[in-house]
């Protein structure tokens, strides 16, 4: 059984930065396409960004580009979300999630975390 376990989600004034992680448990961790979403009140869940399992690979949603990071490291079975220049439109519950390649991490993943939530002050 596969799991995915978020964590570093919090609260924080615009301009601030966090770092998210999300913890995989059960298979091979650097088979998956890793991906994060987010999902802002009364909207639909939005696509972030996502990493090749070498790590070699990244996307990025223009709404996110340029601010935030994504990174793994397969060692721990780890995929991080670095958040820079943080602001109030970023608030919601970010998850992240496991599937074979990039063209289902988003819509058709295999797994889903439970979410994290962040919030951001102005």
């Known amino acids: 059984q596969v799991q995915l376990v978020e964590s570093g989600g919090g609260l924080v004034q615009a301009g601030g930065s966090l770092r998210l992680s999300c913890v995989v448990s059960?298979?091979?961790?650097?088979?998956?396409?890793m991906g994060w979403s987010r999902q802002a009140p009364g909207q639909e869940r939005e696509p972030l960004t996502a990493?090749?399992?070498?790590?070699?690979?990244?996307r990025y949603a223009d709404s996110v580009k340029g601010r935030f990071t994504i990174s793994r490291d397969n060692a721990k079975n780890t995929v991080y979300l670095q958040m820079n220049s943080l602001k109030p439109e970023d608030t919601g519950i970010y998850y992240c999630?496991?599937?074979?390649?990039?063209?289902?991490?988003?819509?058709?993943?295999?797994?889903w975390g439970q979410g994290t939530q962040v919030t951001v002050s102005s």
């Open positions: 990493i090749s399992g070498s790590g070699l690979t990244t």
């Open positions: 059960g298979r091979t961790f650097n088979n998956y396409v």
């Open positions: 999630a496991a599937a074979v390649s990039f063209g289902s991490v988003y819509s058709r993943p295999d797994y």
